[in-house]
């Protein structure tokens, strides 16, 4: 399997065009939240506008605006019970993180459907989480969409592949991977996490224990989204926003025990700025 290193940052990470503006760096939507889970959509939203995302609305719950315009005021926030609204908000972003602490009530199939029914040709969606639970659970078909990235951990892909942990190989998980999305990116999220494609199978070799802790997922949600809101989607832009996610995580463990998320997030456009120039 072949290994992704640090000259994917540099590779990927391009310095800003002195001309541009924010209409530039992505148009990006975070379906996320629910009411035991709104730290999940605030971890998701901050991450997406740290890495320098040029538009983000996240789609979340009444409840949770409040929180979630005092954590990220860079970001915009609308009700996913607004069906209306909801769409709107599909048909103009290219990128959709959609999963991140929605839960596993019949509105998170919903979410899903209508995504699936309503996003443009060209829009990346990544599915986290909740979102892949219910997949699995309600066997939702997500071959129609052409830029799809899911982002399970080992748990959520044994319900998703109806593979065991113990089976997850590789070649098992390419062939799962062929019949649930063969057109999708699968990195699948444990120590030394792994991404499938029909192109390549690379992994990481960074990261640590330390990153053992709830919202550190995510956080990798929105990474990704911003990188691809600006990057572009590729193969070589989702390796290189899962690798600063566990390069950043690893400086932070020389001298910290625990990775925070919000403590990872703080530091995403010092590590960026190194890397784009
Ligand atoms: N602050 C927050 O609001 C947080 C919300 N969260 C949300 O909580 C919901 C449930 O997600 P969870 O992942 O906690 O629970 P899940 O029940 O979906 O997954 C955990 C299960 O998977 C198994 N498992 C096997 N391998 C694993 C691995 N490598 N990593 C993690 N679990 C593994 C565990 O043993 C456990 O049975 C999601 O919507 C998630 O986004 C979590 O992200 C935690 C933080
Ligand atoms: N022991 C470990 N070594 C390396 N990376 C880890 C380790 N434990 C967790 N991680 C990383 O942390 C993240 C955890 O994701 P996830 O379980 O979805 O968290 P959450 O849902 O709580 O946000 C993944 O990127 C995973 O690879
Ligand atoms: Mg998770």
């Given at each position: 399997m072949e290994k992704i290193n640090k000259s994917i940052l540099s590779k990927v990470i391009k310095a800003?065009?002195?001309?541009?503006?924010?209409?530039?760096?992505?148009?990006?939507?975070?379906?996320?939240?629910?009411?035991?889970?709104?730290?999940?959509?605030?971890?998701?939203?901050?991450?997406?506008?740290?890495?320098?995302?040029?538009?983000?609305?996240?789609?979340?719950?009444?409840?949770?605006?409040?929180?979630?315009?005092?954590?990220?005021?860079?970001a915009m926030t609308l009700d996913y019970n607004d069906k209306e609204e909801m769409i709107d908000a599909i048909v103009k972003n290219n990128v959709i993180v959609v999963g991140p602490g929605l839960g596993t009530s019949p509105k998170t199939e919903e979410i899903i459907d209508t995504v699936i029914k309503n996003i443009n040709p060209d829009t990346t969606v990544i599915m986290d989480a909740s979102a892949l639970t219910v997949a699995a659970e309600k066997s939702i078909d997500l071959t129609s969409i052409d830029k799809l990235i899911l982002t399970p951990h080992q748990g959520e892909w044994a319900r998703l592949s109806g593979l065991d942990i113990p089976e997850q190989t590789p070649d098992n998980n390419l062939s799962a991977l062929n019949r649930i999305a063969p057109k999708a990116v699968l990195i699948l999220k444990k120590h030394h996490s792994e991404i499938y494609s029909s192109e390549e199978v690379l992994q990481i070799d960074d990261g640590n224990p330390?990153?053992?802790?709830?919202?550190?997922?995510?956080?990798?949600?929105?990474?990704?989204?911003?990188?691809?809101?600006?990057?572009?989607?590729?193969?070589?832009?989702?390796?290189?926003?899962l690798y600063l996610h566990s390069y950043i995580a690893d400086k932070i463990n020389k001298t910290d025990y625990v990775v925070l998320p919000s403590k990872l997030i703080s530091k995403i456009p010092k590590y960026m700025m190194k890397f784009s120039n």
């Open positions: 800003r065009n002195p001309e541009s503006y924010k209409g530039n760096y992505g148009r990006i939507l975070i379906i996320a939240g629910s009411l035991p889970f709104g730290g999940a959509a605030i971890l998701s939203t901050s991450a997406a506008v740290h890495t320098g995302a040029g538009l983000v609305t996240v789609l979340t719950i009444p409840e949770k605006f409040t929180a979630m315009n005092t954590a990220v005021p860079e330390g990153m053992a802790t709830g919202g550190m997922g995510d956080t990798l949600t929105g990474i990704l989204a911003g990188f691809i809101g600006q990057f572009g989607f590729s193969l070589e832009t989702i390796s290189a926003g």
